[in-house]
């Protein structure tokens, strides 16, 4: 019986819990369903390429799989934006998964992916939120914060008045400490704890800036189309379970998080007044429409995305 | 073919070529080219330009360019000079005074940048003619330089503490509070190396004979030369601990701070500028090209299956907790002989961190033996960052084998250092234990 | 004088004409630094493209140093046995090891274009909430490792002069050209 190894390029750090609790669990998942046939070499983020290149190396069968966040593929695949995750679009993480599953988003992914030979995976849904040093209680107050954001975010949170700059996350630290910026999203509660981000910002800001499938799973069809077709059935499955499992796991490590940090550090969750919601509900929607004019298959997107809202109440 | 095997022949060819003369940016990266064909093949290749694309996007190397800058502006316009002058008119009566004087400034320029490098380059650009001018022995001067040089990334802000910090979940601040203490620990050591050392051989850091230490008033004449340097420090660290700047931005600062200097002095030319941009060019790509290659070097060491061997050697260690810890010390030590920190952080760390947690150690104490490791590594030949910056810099007649004998007393020192920090965890674990 | 020796000097010019040019980005890295720092604190506005810029602006200063460090001699090396030898004999060994830098440097041109074309193919921005192009910065891998190619080229057919005592390269005759700094 012949075996296959597999290189994983993770954008993950190893100490991040999603590294564990996503990677290391389908490699043992794999290993047990293919009886050891299939094993996967994890590495860890940046150790063999930069994040933003590995979509390009799995494409390119130099790598058989990796993890990605959707922005590091929006030359390729002109869904990424909205994968990425809109702001204020879905308020509930549940919504967000069937718009993937039971609405059709993921096989649109799957669609575009494909014709850059890779078979795209979201590994789960998550809520993006900030953490302040002072809490908002105003208009006023979001619009006075200098907060470190990046990409989609960077640009909605400046055209919502506040203002956004972008620090590499290794200065992120220093830079809130000593208050070169007010405020910071990194993941949400399990991504700031990580960052050890609530030692100095004490204020964790709900409700989500965005909820999305920001964590990817993509794997080389080369590699995948040279299993035998029992395989490649069960890593289609084991990546399909994937996304509902670690969906649901992570909402629960983040509510733990949440309520450690609440009561070892002192952290308070500061609910965003209805008067600032409502402000950056509108400046958000005004953002929407520059992701459909990405494709048309963005566009298609969109639309789908924008009924499903008004469908739910919310537009 | 086995890991064990695979490392003999990549580390040892690199050896090999380097004694061949060919520089080090081109060892490291021809070396990896060659094992990536035979390991995993022609497009692999990607990887190594994927590693150089990286190393440009790293936006905390941007402080390089900026504090060589600096440094460079500060010795062509003669403030650094008359610093040095200042400092022996004050300390020149005391054997080894220049010496110190230098390991002080290398202090205050650690609690600006937090990367080491640039201040290797700096240092190297304006203490060491200075202490060679006076009669300095060469490798006296040289080791001073090379040691102060790595402290950057001891005392805070620490990239690396940061990274090690993200790596192994221990909290950012507590690891910069646990690195001032061992920080002021190796200034100690090394100052009273210094000093006894030029004591019993005067010769090797000569004092100023009486009748050239100057008069009371020109001293506090000298003293004035102090301002400007100051000015400087103030406005770096101040915007640091201000909140107005990140360490990187702080580096502007540094420039402008610099350029005010050389303004003060009516130095502030355009064939001045030029000159220190062209030398920063010059000394900024030669680092750049040898990390952008020691990042390459590290990942394809990782593609080899370099975690493996680790763990595979962890298995075999004998001889307790404390076995264990040392045996970790030393695996890094030689590591840190080949590869740029974060590679090593990468293959190491995942492996050690859950056995230093399960036997009980405390992370963050064993964070700051990880980072004086580190700083170990910079210096010790044959691959030692620290030593090829400072040969970019230090004038043709001084060989690269000056360098490499220079560092042999500083490096037992640090040695002797993380000894001290074993027995004496306290002196690493109390200052954060005080503020978190 | 000689087509090898039209191109050695050639080669040198070109790296120096652009190492001159480039090694002006520094001030640029500088000002635009020192600027977020002022539209930071002292406006309260950050702008979303100082640091990105900077960023950019660096890549290519690093990248594009290559062939002019090579050109004044500036990549470090352990000159240990090297500078035991005679002249003629380091034009030897610096041929033979002249092999692993043309593995590295032609790996890394090949896979430059490579990365470069394929950004230059799809214009690709960088997706922050500036969204510059990239392709400038990636175009300057190919760029930069093309010249230092070049000018390892042209140590080769120097030191291939010297080994063999060939009369299209003389030392004594450039070295008045070659260090400028
Ligand atoms: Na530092
Ligand atoms: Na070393």
Redesign the pocket.
């Known amino acids: 019986q012949e075996t296959f190894t597999w290189r994983v390029q993770s954008h993950w750090p190893g100490a991040s819990s999603s590294y564990t609790d996503s990677l290391v669990r389908l490699q043992r998942v794999l290993d047990e369903r293919t009886d050891g046939r299939l094993k996967l070499k994890l590495y860890e983020a940046g150790a063999l390429f930069k994040a933003q290149d590995t979509f390009n190396a799995v494409s390119r069968g130099i790598l058989e799989m990796g993890t990605i966040s959707p922005s590091y593929a929006q030359d390729k695949i002109s869904l990424a934006g909205i994968a990425s995750g809109l702001p204020f679009a879905f308020r509930n993480v549940w919504e967000a998964e069937y718009f993937h599953q039971g609405m059709g988003f993921e096989q649109m992914l799957r669609d575009e992916a494909a014709e850059h030979d890779v078979y795209w995976a979201t590994d789960k849904v998550y809520p993006t939120e900030m953490v302040v040093k002072k809490p908002i209680k105003n208009w006023e107050d979001f619009t006075s914060l200098k907060i470190r954001s990046s990409g989609v975010l960077q640009k909605f949170l400046t055209e919502a008045g506040a203002a956004a700059s972008y620090i590499p996350g290794s200065e992120l630290y220093s830079a809130l400490d000593s208050g070169i910026v007010d405020g910071a999203h990194w993941g949400a509660a399990q991504g700031a704890a990580s960052m050890a981000l609530y030692e100095v910002a004490k204020y964790h800001v709900q409700p989500a800036l965005n909820i999305a499938g920001t964590d990817v799973i993509i794997v080389s069809m080369k590699a995948l189309n040279k299993l035998p077709e029992d395989m490649q059935e069960i890593v289609k499955d084991a990546l399909d379970e994937q996304f509902w499992v670690r969906t649901n796991e992570y909402l629960y490590k983040e509510r733990i998080t949440l309520a450690k940090v609440i009561a070892e550090q002192g952290v308070q969750v500061n609910v965003l007044p209805d008067e600032v919601q409502d402000k950056l509900v509108k400046a958000a929607q005004a953002m929407w429409d520059e992701e459909g004019e990405r494709s048309e298959n963005a566009k298609k997107a969109l639309d789908m995305l924008k009924g499903y809202l008004a469908e739910l109440g919310y537009l | 073919m086995s890991i064990e095997i695979l490392t003999l022949l990549f580390f040892g060819s690199l050896l090999f070529f380097l004694l061949l003369g060919l520089p080090l940016a081109f060892v490291l990266g021809g070396v990896s080219v060659i094992f990536l064909y035979f390991t995993w093949g022609f497009d692999s290749f990607y990887m190594v330009a994927s590693q150089i694309w990286g190393t440009m996007g790293s936006f905390t190397l941007v402080a390089i360019p900026l504090f060589v800058f600096m440094a460079m502006v500060l010795e062509r316009t003669g403030v650094a000079k008359d610093l040095y002058r200042m400092m022996h008119l004050w300390f020149g009566g005391l054997r080894g005074g220049l010496a110190i004087g230098t390991l002080v400034i290398c202090a205050v320029f ?5 990367i080491s490098g640039a201040a290797v380059v700096a240092m190297g650009t304006i203490a060491l003619p200075s202490m060679l001018e006076r009669g300095y022995d060469r490798k006296m001067a040289l080791g001073v330089i090379n040691t102060g040089g790595g ?8 990239i690396l503490m940061i990274l090690y910090a993200l790596i192994t979940g221990v909290s950012v601040g507590q690891m910069f509070a646990a690195g001032i203490m061992p920080g002021v620990l190796l200034m100690v050591l090394t100052v009273t190396y210094i000093l006894v050392r030029s004591t019993l051989q005067p010769h090797l850091a000569p004092a100023l004979p009486p009748e050239e230490r100057g008069t009371w008033p020109e001293k506090l004449r000298a003293l004035r030369a102090v301002l400007l340097p100051i000015g400087v420090v103030f406005m770096v660290l101040g915007s640091i601990i201000g909140g107005i700047t990140t360490p990187t931005e702080a580096a502007a600062m540094g420039v402008l701070g610099s350029l005010i200097s050389a303004a003060v002095y009516r130095q502030l030319k355009w064939s001045i500028l030029q000159e220190a941009a062209i030398r920063t060019f010059k000394l900024t790509g030669m680092i750049m090209w040898i990390l952008f290659a020691a990042h390459a070097f590290s990942a394809a060491y990782q593609s080899m299956g370099a975690q493996d061997l680790i763990e595979g050697m962890m298995q075999h260690i004998p001889g307790g907790p404390w076995g264990i810890i040392i045996a970790m010390m030393v695996i890094i030590f030689f590591l840190a002989m080949v590869l740029d920190p974060v590679g090593i952080m990468l293959i190491t760390l995942p492996v050690f961190m859950p056995i230093v947690k399960s036997l009980g150690f405390d992370p963050v104490w064993f964070g700051i033996l990880f980072v004086i490791n580190m700083e170990i590594g910079y210096k010790t030949p044959p691959f030692g960052f620290n030593l090829f910056y400072l040969k970019g810099v230090v004038p043709p007649d001084i060989t690269m084998k000056d360098i490499y004998t220079s560092v042999v007393p500083f490096v037992i020192i640090e040695i002797v250092a993380i000894g001290i920090i074993m027995v004496f965890p306290e002196i690493a674990t109390w200052l954060p234990g005080v503020f978190f | 004088m000689s087509v090898l020796t039209a191109f050695i000097r050639g080669v040198t010019r070109l790296n120096d004409f652009v190492g001159r040019w480039i090694a002006l980005l520094v001030f640029a890295m500088f000002a635009f630094l020192l600027l977020e720092v002022g539209f930071r604190y002292l406006l309260n506005a950050p702008t979303v493209w100082t640091n990105e810029l900077t960023q950019m602006l660096f890549g290519v200063y690093a990248v594009m140093s290559g062939g002019y460090i090579m050109a004044h001699r500036g990549h470090v090396n352990v000159d240990l046995l090297h500078s035991q030898l005679s002249p003629r004999n380091q034009a030897f060994m610096d041929i033979v090891t002249s092999l692993i830098f043309f593995i590295f440097t032609l790996a890394l041109l090949w896979f430059g274009i490579d990365i470069a074309s394929e950004s230059i193919s799809n214009w690709e921005t960088s997706y922050s909430a500036w969204n510059p192009p990239v392709w400038p910065v990636k175009l300057a891998i190919p760029v930069g490792t093309g010249l230092l190619v070049l000018q390892g080229l042209a140590k080769l057919l120097e030191d291939i002069a010297i080994a063999f005592n060939l009369d299209y390269y003389r030392p004594d005759h450039s070295a008045s050209e070659g260090e400028q700094s």
Do not use: D, R
């Open positions: 650690a609690a600006m940048v937090g402290w950057g990334i001891l005392i805070p802000p620490s």
